[in-house]
């Protein structure tokens, strides 16, 4: 069994920069990609990032391109997330992922899932 715990969610002004991370434990623990994703009040679950754990090759959706950066640590089997420029758009639950498909964008192919953790970006 795989267990995802992000840290690092906060208030934070516009124009702001907050830094998740994702601890992954298990004795299993082997993901193709870790990924990052977003959730508001009424809608489904959003991609923000991920990355490959081997290769680390990242993939972004366009609205945080230049604003966020996904990177891993394949020794500490952390995953972070750092967010600058922040707009209150960004406002979220942030979860992170483990797929053990090289799946990127859809929910469907992650596995294990964090109980995520609480952005909020102030006007």
């Known amino acids: 069994q795989v267990q995802l715990v992000e840290s690092g969610g906060d208030l934070v002004q516009t124009g702001g920069s907050l830094r998740l991370s994702c601890a992954a434990s298990?004795?299993?623990?082997?993901?193709?990609?870790m990924g990052w994703f977003r959730q508001t009040p009424g809608k489904g679950r959003e991609f923000v990032a991920a990355i490959t754990w081997s290769g680390g090759n990242t993939y972004y959706t366009d609205s945080v391109k230049g604003r966020f950066t996904i990177s891993r640590d394949n020794a500490k089997n952390t995953v972070d997330l750092q967010m600058n420029f922040l707009k209150p758009g960004d406002t979220a639950v942030y979860s992170c992922a483990a797929s053990s498909l090289f799946t990127f964008s859809d929910p469907r192919g992650y596995a294990y899932w964090g109980q995520g953790t609480q952005v909020t970006v102030s006007s």
């Open positions: 298990g004795r299993t623990f082997s993901p193709r990609v």
